[in-house]
Structure formats: structure tokens, C-alpha cells
């Protein structure tokens, strides 16, 4: 498959030290996937990074709710939220890129979930469904009808923001192999299931790559 790079965008998710081995939401194996996204970078010309940006207050964290465990969920204006160890707090080395991503042509870097009260999985999107975060507006002022995604979480991350691409309107495709999930109590089936009925195409980086 050829892709047409000049209408065509790949998102990076939150490759961070905090979702990879020795971080603070760490998903297993996450850092094994960071030599293929680097490879995929190189076959698209607009290349797109979004880092998970708390601050230290943040709702999501489950130590800032008197007697809840990571994983539980609770229940906030803007639906189920739920929480995680703290994690990519704004400035530390868990919100830092893993050091072997290694991206020098990345244009734009999406930082998200930085309000408090509001929790942002998705690029496009926070999670009150009313926010954007310009990643629309960045990619279509480029005239870029065709998102490609990777990396964490699949279930999470990645899939939020590949339903928000599809709904607005992009050809969205989601890497698979290039992508690692949580999966939490059957969250990667679900997320799978939702993408592929909203026509997201799922691919694996062979057919990117030449
Ligand atoms: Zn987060």
C-alpha cells in the first residue's frame, strides 16, 4: 500500500516514559514497538506526537480521591472516568518521550489532559467531548484527509483518537503491530470492536512499510 504523503498524516501516541517499562503506568512491552514507529515516521512527510501532560492535581490520578485504587472507576459530569496510578505529570521524566523514540521530523507535538478537572485521551478531543485540542484544525489547514495511528495505548489512547479522526471525517487506519495495549477487564476487544464499526481500517506496518 502506497500512502500519499502529502494528504497524509502519522499520529504517534503518547510514547512515553510513563507507559513503557519502568514507568508509571507502564504497559507491558510498550518500548518494543518504538524501533517500528520510528521506521513508519520515515515514510510519512507530516508526522504528529501527542505526550499525556498532567498536572499534578489531576482528576485521573486515583490518589487524589480519598479511598480509590488504581482502576476503579467514578463517575464525572462528563461520564465513567477511570483511574489510573499517576502518571506523565508535567515536567518529570515520566512525561518524558522514551529516549529511543527517535523522530527528528515530527512538526507538531499535541500535549493533553493538561486541565485539572478533565481527563484527554484522544489527540482530537478531551474527554468532556467539547474541548478540542486543534489537532483538526492543524491537519486540515494541511489539507491532510488520511490519519495513520501507533502507539499507546491500543485500547485507550490510540483508540479514542482513531474514533474522534474517523468521526470527523478523516480515512483512519490504526497500525496494529505498532501498537501496545493495556487491556483492562476486555478493553481491547471492546476498542477493536468499536473502531472496526466506525469503518477504521486495521493494518499492520508491512503494509506501509517498502
Ligand atoms: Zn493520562
Redesign the pocket.
Known sequence: MQTDSKRSALIVVDVQNGFTPGGN?AVTAADQIIPLINQLACQFDTVVLTQ?W?PDQ?I?FADNHENKQPFETIELPYGTQVL?PR??VQGTHDAEFHPDLDIPTAQLIIRK?FHAEI?SYSAFMEADRRTPTGLKGYLTEHQIDTVYIVGIATDFCVAWTALDAAQMGFKTYVIEDACKAIDLNGSLQSAWQSMLEQGIQRIQSTAILP
Open positions: 503506568l499525556d498532567h489531576h485521573s489510573w502518571h506523565c489532559g481527563d
